[in-house]
């Protein structure tokens, strides 16, 4: 192919539709080349509005010597309009003054009869749609697609669209890549010209390289050096361990370098890169082979889909928060964990590559103001590559103060207030066992949470791991972290860390908190839907957990329906067992599928989650949006 910036269209990927409120407009998008962009907004029946994205408006950062991120950020001249539908296009303007709207250089962004885009900025949260965990090669159903043909249905109507999607992790698997994808992402880096690197503590020197390795598909294990102290690190990474009972982590294929992960989120968010690639399949054995063209099938369906995923993304506001597969499997689980991996500059590396893309990709367009200052950062990085990529120290003490970087979460002051929890980053390490599991927040940023709370009637709060789960699944984690094996069955919840689970359940009976909470949770690969009352408080607050996984990711299904059958029985009403958790303060309810066998109450099939509030911010719909068309409400 012809690799010159003439023979690529100039937007790759977007626009995506962030953070919108009356006063901004948050837009992200990918172009080959630095773009002379006007945004125009067509207000209701006001005027429409004409900006010219100038460096205030538009922040272009070069990502290779083809790729061109742009983020823009527009304040209107006048507060937008609430529940009224706002259209909007991005014109490409030429040398000549010549105009080009997104109908002309993305008409797969347009619903039949759309000229351009539009949106809704609601004036109360009172329905979203939410999911997590979109696995590529998964080979369920994608429930971004199923979201996107929901919409259709339901945005004729203003005060029927959601006010948001909320994608609460793993919007994609950095560290569970097919091999297909791979193939693609490294077509693409060569497309695209996107910026090498060097790499310390591996086999290879630098990204190319790591790119013509042998072992650079489905044998990334073998990049270590073979160093006896790098033999945790290397299962830590790229081991593959068999978990039994939740996930078989496939990390053969985790991506390393920054253009990598770039590459990833152009190709998991838009159909047009795919269009300007031919990937070849590499040398493989035949078992590898076997495996590359089963994973092929899965893609190219997923492939197929990409452009409903790409309209959904332009036309409903998108906000987003990192779980572990963003950056790399059981992320930050144990003081052990850390200590390893941030121990050896090849596994820091890949870990703030993925968090400087997760910048760029995913966090930015959450809270601009709040991440100036790591984009400036990383804007000055990307302004100083040399002949050899990235230069290595200035990436390095980029990266580094990214893993130090604390402002992750987010709040909207909206109506029900929206609160965006980092469960990640600012873990309360066990201070019994470093192999123990750390809490999913430390004690400061709990007390930070409480504080978001305080005097408000209602809340909406994100956390990518269920605050309330299933009492069985989090009694065998309980088990395996006894024996010293939390990594082996992904032992994250609120409750492994008497600490994190004390002072939340805590901040619930506080009596100056809300009296309604609805916990959005993803994560788990099945979803389903708790109410949960304080016990013998009658006026005391009311907590619905919904959780909604995967977008494109399932549980194995005869072994989840041996666990909530046994949750069924072990933890009914009466069973003593409840006295040895710690919500044994509270009554948990479990809402029943709607489709569901006698007794089920946990549903695994891909899709995405809706839910509709009343007035008072309680849940009056929850339904799974099935990625086969068909939808489960929860009663």
Known sequence: MDSTTDSLPDVLAGPLLRRTEPGGVTLWLVASRALDLTLTLYPGDAPAECHTLDAAACRRLRLGTRAWVHLIHVVPDTPLPCDERIGYDLHIVDADGNRRGIADWAPHLLYPGQAHPDFV??????????????????????GMARADRWFAEHRDEPHERPALLMLTGDQIYADDVAGPMLVAIHALIRRLGLYGETLEGAVVGDSDALFAHPDTYYHRERLLPEFESNEALRERFFGGVNKPIFTTANASNHLITFAEVLAMYLLVWSPVPWRLIAPERPHLDATEAARYADEQA???????????????????????????????????LTAAWEETAYGHPFSRRIIGNALLA???????????????????????????VDDAGLPAAEHDRVAGELLRFEGWGYTLASSPRLVVLDTRTRRWRSERARHRPSGLMDWEALSEFQQELLDEASVIVVSAAPIFGVKLIEGIQRVFTWFGKPLLVDAENWMAHRGAASVMLNIFRHRRTPGNYVILSGDVHYSFVYE??????????????????????????TLLDWFDRLNRWLYAPWSPLNLFTKRRRMHVRPLVPDRA????RLWNASGIGYVRLDDRGRPRDVVQLGSDGRDTGFH
């Not at 197929?304 to 998108?318: G, K, V, W």
């Not at 066998?597 to 089920?600: L, N």
């Open 121 to 142: 900025i609601r004036g109360r949260i009172d329905a979203l749609l939410h999911g997590s965990c979109r696995r590529p090669h998964h080979p369920a159903g994608d």
């Open 298 to 332: 899965v893609i190219e369906a997923f492939v197929a889909d990409l452009p409903a995923t790409a309209r959904l993304l332009a036309q409903l506001p998108t906000l987003m928060i990192f779980d572990d597969h963003d950056v790399t499997d059981d992320w930050n």
């Open 358 to 384: 997760y910048l760029l990709c995913q966090g930015w367009g959450n809270a601009p103001e709040q991440l100036a200052g790591p984009m400036t950062a990383l804007e000055a990085l990307l302004a100083n």
């Open 532 to 557: 949960v009352r304080l016990r013998q408080r009658e006026h005391g607050p009311h907590i619905w957990q919904v959780t909604s996984s995967g977008l494109k990711n399932t549980f194995p299904d």
């Open 597 to 600: 066998k006698a007794g089920e």
